[in-house]
């Protein structure tokens, strides 16, 4: 499946937004500023941005945690500064300032982030089995890490949604890494899509650090889930190039990741692949791009300017409850 021009533009633009967004969020945690804890994406937003730009507002998506699902909110058309306010702790924020991480936007079909691993494969099932009912067309585009498909409930997801041919996208971003455990401790074959053969789904491994390539994949599994032929299991093979989380040492095993391979990470920086793409096709001339970058810039500051503005969440005691679930 080709891009055309103005797909790529798409991208392009929510890439460099990304990039911009997830900067602002780790300048942020350092200042003090951000609720809780942050999961830096550097290195790691172009299948995000691939699987969410693409989107109708009715389709499901849940985001992977890494940049707290950023990318794939504002690529699915979110207004960020909602979810800024909420992971500062505001009442203008998406849940009320209650949630933090653990934010949803019911109304754009993004209904939860969880901190348990795995938290969405279960939930996928659903949704795909509705939208199959209601035949609409509806996807559900579930991302998850590579560390989530030691889940069981992952491999119950992937069973449930060929056998009742689902149209769900399993759309795994593959950093070869979750924490400090490399992949090969963990999975054992190389490709974690293979997954998908013993299941009888189709798969297909990709660049995680090529926008183009990952939304080329996303399409085809999306076209593939609207026309009713069931579920697609992406596999993006991406980078971590920060530490896990802020504050925790960036080991691999015991031993800390050096400052010379996370430098060579960098020259596959998504950005930097794409910008030198846009630029021999003619897509986007240097002063366009310098342009989206400006925008970006002021997208930042309008949301932050927003969130700090606004009022520190005071719940009340009712209020949290009522937004409390208890089995
Ligand atoms: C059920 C569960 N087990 C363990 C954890 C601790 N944990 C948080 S993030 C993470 C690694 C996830 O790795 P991966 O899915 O590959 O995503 P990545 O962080 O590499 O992007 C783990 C083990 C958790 N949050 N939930
Ligand atoms: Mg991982």
């Known amino acids: 499946m080709n891009l055309n021009k103005q797909q790529m533009r798409i991208l392009y633009r929510n890439l460099v937004r990304a990039d911009h967004l997830n900067r602002m969020m780790y300048q942020r945690m350092l200042q003090g500023k951000l609720i809780g804890f942050y999961h830096p994406s550097d290195g790691a937003i172009a299948p995000g941005v691939a699987a969410a730009s693409f989107l109708n507002k009715d389709d499901n998506l849940s985001p992977h945690h890494r940049g707290h699902g950023i990318t794939h909110m504002l690529s699915k058309g979110i207004d960020i500064k909602y979810y800024l306010a909420e992971h500062t702790g505001k009442d203008t924020g998406c849940c009320g300032g209650r949630s933090a991480f653990h934010f949803s936007f019911p109304e754009h079909k993004v209904y939860m982030m969880s901190g348990f691993i795995g938290y969405n494969f279960a939930p996928s099932v659903g949704w795909g089995w509705a939208a199959k009912r209601r035949n609409l067309g509806q996807v559900v585009m579930n991302c998850s890490g590579d560390g989530s498909y030691g889940q069981g409930r992952a491999h119950e997801a992937l069973l449930m949604a ?6 769900i996208i399993f759309y795994c971003e ?29 798969a297909m491994v990709i660049d995680g650090q ?10 085809a599994a999306i076209e593939h889930a609207r026309k009713g032929k069931g579920p697609t299991f992406v596999e993006a093979k991406t980078l971590r ?4 989380d802020m504050g925790t040492p960036d080991l691999r095993g015991w031993e800390a990741r050096s400052e010379e391979e996370k430098l060579a990470l960098m020259q596959r920086d998504p ?9 021999a096709e003619g897509v986007l001339k240097q002063d366009a791009i310098d342009q989206l970058h400006e925008e970006a810039s002021r997208e930042v500051q309008e949301i932050e300017d927003f969130a700090d503005s606004s009022k520190i969440a005071r719940p009340s005691e009712e209020q949290l409850l009522a937004a409390a679930f208890a089995p």
């Open 271 to 279: 950005l930097v692949l794409a910008t030198t793409r846009v630029l």
């Open 174 to 202: 593959n950093n070869g890494m979750a924490i400090h455990s490399e992949i090969s401790e963990m999975h054992p074959t190389e490709d974690v899509s293979s997954l998908a053969q013993g299941y009888g789904m189709p």
């Open 241 to 244: 190039i920060k530490e896990h």
């Open 210 to 219: 090529d926008v183009f390539a990952c939304a080329e994949a996303a399409l």
């Open 162 to 167: 060929t056998n009742w041919q689902l149209p």
